[in-house]
């Protein structure tokens, strides 16, 4: 099937850390973007706002604002791709977790909608050092995080997107697969904040902790007790070594090799993310 790039996409979570980024990749590839999100009107949680962002689109970009594994991930995909078929958008794109089997009843909600679907199955986020939860321990000074000292080949988020939109034009190429990305080589957590600390120039310290302590403090920051048991269990399998190995999926979409965790931190660290 040959490309088609007069596509209108509709990305979900449009002002998000990956939907802001597929948005901006898409119109570069030439795709017209419909954002999906509160401030367009588009909730996850009220069906009644499903039609009118999906109707005359071509392909969307599913992104669940909780995790993936959740059992509301599971419904709301399950129902939105149903929904997105009988409206005749066909193409959609699942944004899930490497090595996460909780985000499995999630893909498999896609799968049985009928849709000609895409998994992009993606490694620890880079951004997530530079963006949301992470950043403000880092600009005191300590991370604490349950990493341990397992190894991960963390991904550009950039490089998501740009595995997200190359999956879009490619007709049925990559319908009906699952593609795996990660970066090029593989960090623990404490090698990628030394390497934060040498990029932004100061002192950072790495604190392992378990996964039930971690959790204990994210309910101290408001955090529910039942997306603190889902965190748990999740922390608990996704990063027991399981995902120490490195992903083809950007050189698969893309013909190149992923973005370097130095290059990341160096661009970050340049736009002052990690000063104190």
Same mark, same amino acid.
């Given at each position: ?21 597929? $948005?901006? !990749?898409? /119109? #570069? $590839?030439?795709?017209?973007? +419909?954002? #999906? ?13 499903? $039609? ?31 929904? !997105? ?24 909600? =896609?799968?049985?909608?009928? !849709? ?17 939860? =992470? ?22 988020? +950039?490089?998501? $997107? @740009? ?8 007709? @049925? /190429? ?16 404490? &090698?990628?904040?030394?390497?934060? #600390? ?6 950072? !310290? ?5 996964? +039930? ?15 603190? &048991?889902?965190?748990? @269990? ?19 979409? =893309?013909? /190149? ?20």
């Amino acid at each position: 099937m040959t490309r088609k790039t007069d596509m209108t996409v509709v990305v979900t979570g449009a002002s998000g850390r990956t939907g802001s980024r597929v $948005a901006s !990749a898409a /119109r #570069a $590839a030439g795709l017209t973007v +419909r954002p #999906a999100s509160r401030a367009q009107g588009f909730d996850w949680t009220d069906r009644s706002t499903w $039609a009118q962002t999906l109707r005359d689109a071509d392909a969307a970009y599913l992104v669940h604002p909780g995790d993936v594994g959740s059992p509301a991930a599971t419904l709301a995909v399950g129902l939105l791709a149903h929904e !997105a078929v009988s409206l005749g958008v066909r193409r959609l794109v699942l944004l899930s977790a490497r090595g996460e089997e909780h985000a499995r009843p999630t893909e498999e909600a =896609l799968r049985e909608s009928g !849709a000609d679907w895409t998994v992009v199955r993606a490694a620890w986020f880079m951004q997530n050092f530079s963006e949301g939860p =992470l950043v403000d321990g880092l600009r005191g000074g300590e991370l604490v995080f349950p990493g341990g000292e397992v190894r991960e080949p963390f991904v550009d988020v +950039r490089d998501v $997107a @740009d595995v997200v939109v190359g999956t879009l034009p490619a007709g @049925d /190429r990559y319908a009906g697969q699952s593609v795996t990305v990660s970066g090029p080589r593989l960090l623990s957590f404490g &090698e990628a904040v030394a390497e934060i #600390a040498k990029a932004a120039g100061r002192e950072l !310290a790495y604190r392992p902790v378990s996964a +039930r302590e971690y959790g204990a403090r994210l309910a101290g920051f408001g955090v529910s007790p039942e997306e603190v &048991e889902l965190l748990v @269990d999740v922390f608990d399998t996704l990063l027991d070594g399981r995902n120490a190995y490195l992903s083809d999926g950007v050189r698969q979409v =893309l013909g /190149r090799e992923p973005r370097d965790f130095a290059e990341f931190a160096a661009e970050a660290a340049a736009a002052g993310t990690w000063r104190g």
